[in-house]
């Protein structure tokens, strides 16, 4: 069975830092395009930041230049590191894996931005 793990989530102050990592198994990280999505209760789930097989990056312009999504194919990781933390980064985060129409989710980790 397919399994995304989401870790590195907590509760943080504004302007701090976190790490989060996300690890699959029963998959070749190196064959799908790897995501962030975060979701808050009440709206829909939204895209981050990704990258894609061959390393290119995309970022939702609400974390332009404070996060920074990166892989690690051999060790079947993807981690999304955020700095310059808001209140209103605060949300489920979700890695997210995809080859053509394939896709995986992992259940998430919180994020708490708060003072």
């Known amino acids: 069975q397919v399994t995304l793990v989401e870790s590195g989530g907590g509760l943080v102050q504004p302007g701090g830092s976190l790490r989060l990592s996300c690890v699959g198994s029963?998959?070749?990280?190196?064959?799908?395009?790897l995501a962030w999505y975060r979701q808050v209760p009440g709206n829909e789930r939204t895209l981050v930041a990704q990258i894609t097989l061959g390393g290119n990056t995309n970022y939702a312009d609400f974390v332009k230049g404070r996060f920074t999504i990166s892989r690690d194919n051999a060790e079947n990781m993807v981690y999304l590191q955020m700095n310059s933390l808001k209140p209103e980064d605060t949300a489920v985060y979700y890695c997210?894996?995809?080859?053509?129409?394939?896709?995986?989710w992992g259940r998430g980790t919180q994020v708490t931005v708060s003072s």
């Open positions: 997210n894996a995809r080859l053509r129409r394939v896709e995986y």
């Open positions: 029963k998959l070749l990280f190196s064959r799908y395009d």
